[in-house]
């Protein structure tokens, strides 16, 4: 009993440090978007729109495995 409570805990331990991993990413993309966001709009410049919309989508397929509906052929 003790063995297998042992495991539990080390397996609910690897998993929180595998979410925390995921977390750190997400939260530095996200501040790279805002960053991004925050310069196109104090330069009126929409031109970095599509360098946010391609960082997110990346981001949705890697680490929530969700299919963008950007494709390559808008460029």
Known sequence: MENE???IS???????????????KLKKIIII???LI???DDRQD???IP???D?????LETYFNVESDVS???D
């Open 10 to 24: 080390n397996d609910f331990k690897n998993r929180m440090k595998e979410k925390n991993i995921l977390l750190r």
């Open 51 to 53: 360098i946010i919309r």
């Open 33 to 35: 978007c805002y960053g």
């Open 5 to 7: 409570l042992l495991e």
């Open 46 to 48: 929409i031109s970095l």
């Open 55 to 59: 960082v997110l989508s990346e981001s």
């Open 38 to 40: 925050v310069t196109t």
């Open 72 to 74: 390559d052929d808008e």
